[in-house]
């Protein structure tokens, strides 16, 4: 398990002709700070790029092919590389005169997983539609591949545990970022030291800095949101939620009438 500082920058790599400058370009301005923008221009090239990418453990988030005019398909093209990008999301990206007629093929792509999305090419400036669904995209990714950049809540484990399992997946049902750091690290002694020697793993750093050692769902919960004991009795509510699961028999909320027996 690494931390954060150790990982290497996500690779978005761009295929294409006649278009593929245009979608570096647009790439470029809004990912280039967070993500390497690569563009070779032949397959040859493309070939030794994802190689020493891959050598060099280098992940691919997104990889983004044209929509040909003619001749080799997008998805074929893509799934050509996919041995050297495992986890990549996979984009077709269109030019605007070619996107009526390319629809259909790319739905069925899609039905049958050969791709991730289509997106028109942007045909101006902050095109935030088009954006909102790549910045979607790599989100999706990060989370499949669990990478979180924020530090905000940490986790000492040494290694996998059903009790790592269910913390992290709490939290990425929470959407709170997560990462994950050896007991021998930097953060892990300095947690760790919090607790004493008799700490068990793994134990979670929450992001106000309160620590706990195996801490159940019920802990994560109040660790991150607070208990019901720590609403005052003067407190003003504008909504509150009695009960969290399935109700007890009879039992029926104040908002809904009672069930009347049915006659003949």
Not at 104 to 122: I, Q, T, V
Not at 223 to 238: E, H, N, S, V, W
Request: aromatic fraction near 6%; include cysteine; charged fraction near 25%.
């Amino acid at each position: 398990m690494t931390s954060p500082g150790a990982r290497p920058t996500p690779v978005i790599l761009v295929l294409g002709a006649e278009y593929r400058q245009a979608m570096v370009d647009v790439l470029t301005q809004r990912y280039s700070v967070d993500y390497e923008i690569v563009a070779p221009t032949t397959m040859d090239e493309a070939i030794a790029v994802l190689t020493d990418l891959k050598s060099g453990s280098r992940p691919v988030a997104l990889a983004a092919c044209e929509y040909f005019a003619g001749g080799e398909k997008a998805t074929h093209l893509l799934a050509k590389f996919q041995k050297f990008m495992p986890t990549a999301r996979r984009l077709v990206y269109v030019p605007s005169e070619r996107f009526r007629g390319s629809v259909p093929r790319l739905r069925e792509s899609l039905a049958e997983g050969r791709l991730d999305l289509y997106l028109m090419l942007p045909q101006g400036p902050r095109d935030e539609e088009f954006h909102v669904a790549i910045s979607e995209t790599l989100s999706d990714w990060a989370q499949s591949v669990s990478i979180s950049e924020i530090d905000g809540t940490r986790i000492i484990a040494d290694e996998p545990s059903p009790d790592l399992t269910r913390i992290r997946d709490f939290l990425d049902r929470m959407g709170l970022p997560n990462t994950v750091h050896r007991s021998d690290s930097p953060a892990g002694i300095e947690i760790l030291a919090a607790l004493g020697p008799d700490a068990e793993l793994p134990v979670l750093q929450g992001p106000y800095g309160e620590v706990a050692s195996r801490p159940t769902n019920a802990d994560l919960g109040a660790a991150l949101y607070g208990r019901p004991t720590d609403i005052g009795p003067d407190a003003i509510c504008d909504l509150v939620i009695v009960g969290a699961g399935p109700g007890r028999p009879g039992w029926v909320p104040r908002s809904m009438p009672r069930p009347r027996a049915s006659t003949p």
